[in-house]
């Protein structure tokens, strides 16, 4: 005998919606975040280059970390 697929009632699809809402709202604020962290440098590199040359001027490597 099959068995037949339960209804879902209003109030379940109601808080379904606002967990999947939430949920969704909180990876678009990580997403934002990231973006300038880890995205852009990936996307444009070129400019993210000349960003650190310009950053990183007169700054000797081996005074920071010491090799070994």
């Known amino acids: ?34 973006y300038p962290i880890y995205f852009r440098p990936l996307l444009l590199p070129e400019e993210y280059k000349k960003e650190q040359s310009i950053n990183r001027a007169g700054i000797v490597q081996e005074d920071i970390q010491p090799a070994g």
């Open 1 to 34: 005998r099959p068995r037949r697929p339960r209804a879902v009632s209003a109030g379940a699809m109601a808080g379904l919606s606002r967990t999947l809402g939430i949920f969704g709202a909180f990876v678009a604020v990580v997403g934002a975040a990231f």
